[in-house]
């Protein structure tokens, strides 16, 4: 395997392994708060906010790394 292939096994991966922990500690708690239809369609759709939240800090804390590399010394 080459480089660049290794890099998107990696990155498909660890998006499997998030979205998988999203179900399971995110939406699937949500869910099951509640006990009609709409309640439970509401929280689903309001936990893409949480969802969304993760992910921006996700790439905040990557850029942060990749902007100051340079200045990390080891």
């Not at 869910?31 to 939240?53: D, F, G, H, N, P």
Request: net charge positive; hydrophobic share 65%; proline share 1%.
């Amino acid at each position: 395997m080459s480089n660049t292939e290794i890099t998107y096994l990696v990155g498909a991966c660890c998006t499997v392994f998030a979205l998988a922990a999203y179900v399971a500690f995110i939406l699937v708690p949500a869910w099951t708060a509640y006990s009609r239809v709409w309640q439970r369609m509401a929280a689903a759709v309001l936990s893409l906010y949480v969802l969304a939240a993760f992910v921006g800090v996700g790439v905040a804390g990557g850029a942060a790394i990749v902007w100051f590399w340079d200045r990390i010394g080891f």
